[in-house]
């Protein structure tokens, strides 16, 4: 068993900033690659970034990409998603989850565990 837990949502004005942080469970963090998804309501979830185990490769959504950045610190389990000039349109629950395979993935199933989920709301 896996536990993510989320952290770091809010509300938010539009064009500021929000780091979310997502703490795993497990001591084989570093093995698998990780990945933030949201979704809005009304919507389906979708990707928004993506790291490879090593933290040496990070894949973006179109829609995030110069504005959002992930990252992960392995010594603490702990995979974050910097987001920086935030749009309304960014409003959504915001899931860490963990990939089922070395390389990322954008497709959600092909990810095992995932948090509970943390709300973000840009307002304007």
């Known amino acids: 068993q896996v536990d993510l837990v989320e952290s770091g949502g809010g509300l938010v004005q539009a064009g500021g900033s929000l780091r979310l942080s997502c703490a795993a469970s497990?001591?084989?963090?570093?093995?698998?690659?990780m990945g933030w998804f949201r979704q809005a309501p009304g919507k389906e979830r979708e990707f928004v970034a993506g790291?490879?185990?090593?933290?040496?490769?990070?894949y973006y959504a179109d829609s995030v990409k110069g504005r959002f950045t992930i990252s992960r610190d392995n010594a603490k389990n702990t995979l974050y998603l910097q987001m920086n000039s935030l749009k309304l349109e960014d409003t959504a629950v915001y899931y860490c989850?963990?990939?089922?395979?070395?390389?990322?993935?954008?497709?959600?199933?092909?990810?095992?565990?995932w948090g509970q989920g943390t709300q973000v709301t840009v307002s304007s």
């Open positions: 790291i490879k185990r090593s933290g040496g490769g990070t």
């Open positions: 497990v001591q084989t963090f570093s093995s698998y690659s």
């Open positions: 989850a963990r990939g089922r395979a070395v390389s990322v993935s954008t497709e959600g199933r092909n990810y095992d565990y």
